[in-house]
C-alpha cells in the first residue's frame, strides 16, 4: 500500500494510488522488522549550534516519529528545582512564587549521574549525594551606590559589556524618586557540594543555563536567603524538567511542475513560495525567464499559488507520508543531540518492556489450552 498527501483548493486530501510512500504492512513481525532495516534512513539537515537541530528520516509510520516526539518533551529525564526551604525572604515577592520562579530556571547539569528520588515500597527516599543537588541564596540590598556604578567612578569599567549588564547597571543607582534596587539574578545562586560531587562534576560545575535570568528586585534592607534541592524526574511529571523548548516534526513536501511557468508568472511563483523555487535562464523560444524548484524543504505547502490560474495548472504541490523533519530546540540543560539520543534510549526501553510482556502473557496463554488437551486424551 502506497500514498501522498496531494494539495488542493480545499486543504490536503490522501490519495493511496499516488506512488510514494509505502506503508509496511507484513503477515509477521520478522517481515515487518526486515522491511523498517532496509527502508529507514536518518539524515542531518542543520545543526547551527549545540541547542538547534533539523534532522530528517524516512522509511517510518506517523506512529513511530510521534511516539519520538512524546518522549523528547515528556519522557527524557533532566534535573530541576524541586524543595526550596526559605530562612528568610523579606522582598516583595512571596514565598510561593519565589519557589516557583526557582524551579523553572534550567540547569546546567547532566542527568545521567544522578537517580530518581523515588520511594522503595513504603520508605521513603533520603536526599544523597546521588539524588540530590543543592544551591543557596543568600542575597541582601544594603542601599547605596551598586558595585558597577562603583567600578565606573573609580575607572575599572570594563569596555565591553553584555545587554543585561547595561540595563542592571542603569537600574541601580540612586535617583532622587526611587531608592535603590538591588536585581537578584540566576548567576546569585551558589551550588553547594555533598559527598563526592565536587570530584564527579570536576571542570563541569551545575549551574543555571542563563546568567541573567531575573528572579526577583530587592529595596534597600531587604534580604532573601535559602536553600534549594534539586532533583532528577521528566517533563510528564511536571513541565520545568522538559528538556525541549520545541520539539516538532513535519511531513516533507514533494513539489512537482506539471508544465513550465515563464517569466511574470515564473516572478509571482517565486514571491508567493519564496525559497522553493529559482529563476533560470529559458531556453523556450520567446520566453526569457522560467521557475525551477531548487528547494523543496522550503515549501510550506501554502495555497498562494493556486490564486493564480496559470500556477494552480502548472505546480503540484503533495507532502510525503513516511518521510518526516524533526525540529528540536533545547533549552540548554541537554544539547539537542543528547535529547535525540536520550529519547531513541527511552523507546527502545518501552520496546524491550513490550517484548518481554508479550512473551510472559503469551506463555501463560497456552497453558491452559495445553491442560485442557491432556485432560481430553485422558
Known amino acids: 500500500?502506497?500514498?501522498?498527501?496531494?494539495?488542493?483548493q480545499s486543504g490536503l486530501s490522501f490519495n493511496p494510488a499516488a506512488e510514494g510512500h509505502k506503508v509496511l504492512r507484513a503477515p509477521n513481525s520478522s517481515d515487518y522488522l526486515a522491511g523498517f532495516k532496509t527502508g529507514f534512513n536518518y539524515r542531518v539537515i542543520s545543526h547551527p549550534n549545540p541547542?538547534?537541530?533539523?534532522?530528517?528520516?524516512?522509511?517510518?509510520?506517523?506512529?513511530f516519529a510521534n511516539a519520538l516526539r512524546r518522549i523528547m518533551i515528556s519522557e527524557v529525564p533532566t534535573m530541576a528545582i524541586e524543595i526550596v526551604y526559605i530562612d528568610q525572604n523579606?522582598?516583595?515577592?512571596?514565598?510561593?512564587?519565589?519557589?516557583?520562579?526557582?524551579?523553572?530556571i534550567p540547569l546546567k547539569v547532566d542527568p545521567r549521574g544522578f537517580e530518581m528520588f523515588t520511594p522503595t515500597g513504603d520508605v521513603e527516599p533520603q536526599p544523597t549525594d546521588y539524588n540530590t543537588l543543592?544551591?543557596?541564596?543568600?542575597?541582601?540590598?544594603?542601599?547605596?551606590?551598586?558595585?558597577?556604578?562603583?567600578?565606573?567612578?573609580?575607572?575599572?569599567?570594563?569596555?565591553?559589556?553584555?545587554?543585561?549588564?547595561?540595563?542592571?547597571?542603569?537600574?541601580e543607582q540612586n535617583l532622587p524618586d526611587r531608592p535603590y534596587t538591588k536585581h537578584v539574578y540566576s548567576r546569585d545562586l551558589v551550588w553547594v557540594p555533598c559527598?563526592?560531587?565536587?570530584?564527579?562534576?570536576?571542570?563541569?560545575?551545575?549551574?543555571?543555563?542563563?546568567d541573567d535570568i531575573l528572579i526577583t528586585k530587592l529595596r534597600a534592607n531587604q534580604k532573601i536567603t535559602l536553600e534549594c534541592h534539586a532533583r532528577k524526574s521528566v517533563g510528564r511529571d511536571h513541565a520545568k524538567y522538559s528538556p525541549v523548548a520545541t520539539a516538532s516534526y513535519r511531513m516533507k513536501s514533494v513539489v512537482?511542475?506539471?508544465?513550465?511557468?515563464?517569466?511574470?508568472?515564473?516572478?509571482e511563483l517565486c514571491v508567493v513560495e519564496p525559497g522553493v523555487f529559482t529563476?533560470?535562464?529559458?531556453?523556450?523560444?520567446?520566453?526569457?525567464?522560467?521557475?525551477?524548484?531548487?528547494?523543496?524543504?522550503?515549501?510550506?505547502?501554502?495555497?498562494?499559488?493556486?490564486?493564480?490560474?496559470?500556477?494552480?495548472?502548472?505546480?503540484?504541490m503533495e507532502r510525503n507520508p513516511g518521510h518526516f523533519i524533526f525540529s528540536i530546540e533545547s533549552v540548554g540543560m541537554l544539547t539537542s543531540k543528547e535529547i535525540l539520543c536520550e529519547a531513541l534510549d527511552v523507546l527502545k526501553g518501552k520496546c524491550e518492556r513490550l517484548?518481554?510482556?508479550?512473551?510472559?502473557?503469551?506463555?501463560?496463554?497456552?497453558?491452559?489450552e495445553q491442560e485442557g488437551e491432556d485432560m481430553e486424551d485422558e
Do not use: W
Open 1 to 8: 500500500m502506497s500514498g501522498m498527501y496531494e494539495l488542493g
Open 51 to 63: 541547542s538547534e537541530l533539523v534532522f530528517e528520516m524516512s522509511g517510518v509510520d506517523v506512529s
Open 90 to 104: 523579606t522582598s516583595i515577592t512571596h514565598d510561593e512564587v519565589l519557589s516557583h520562579r526557582l524551579g523553572l
Open 134 to 171: 543543592v544551591f543557596r541564596l543568600d542575597v541582601a540590598c544594603e542601599g547605596g551606590k551598586g558595585k558597577r556604578e562603583e567600578e565606573e567612578e573609580e575607572g575599572e569599567k570594563d569596555e565591553v559589556e553584555s545587554v543585561a549588564g547595561k540595563f542592571q547597571r542603569r537600574e
Open 195 to 210: 559527598g563526592d560531587q565536587e570530584e564527579r562534576f570536576k571542570g563541569k560545575l551545575p549551574k543555571a543555563v542563563d
Open 256 to 267: 512537482t511542475m506539471l508544465q513550465p511557468v515563464y517569466d511574470e508568472d515564473a516572478d
Open 279 to 316: 529563476i533560470v535562464k529559458s531556453s523556450a523560444k520567446g520566453k526569457d525567464r522560467e521557475a525551477k524548484v531548487v528547494n523543496e524543504y522550503a515549501c510550506t505547502m501554502s495555497r498562494n499559488y493556486m490564486r493564480n490560474p496559470v500556477l494552480a495548472a502548472a505546480v503540484k
Open 355 to 368: 517484548e518481554n510482556l508479550v512473551d510472559v502473557y503469551g506463555q501463560e496463554s497456552e497453558e491452559p
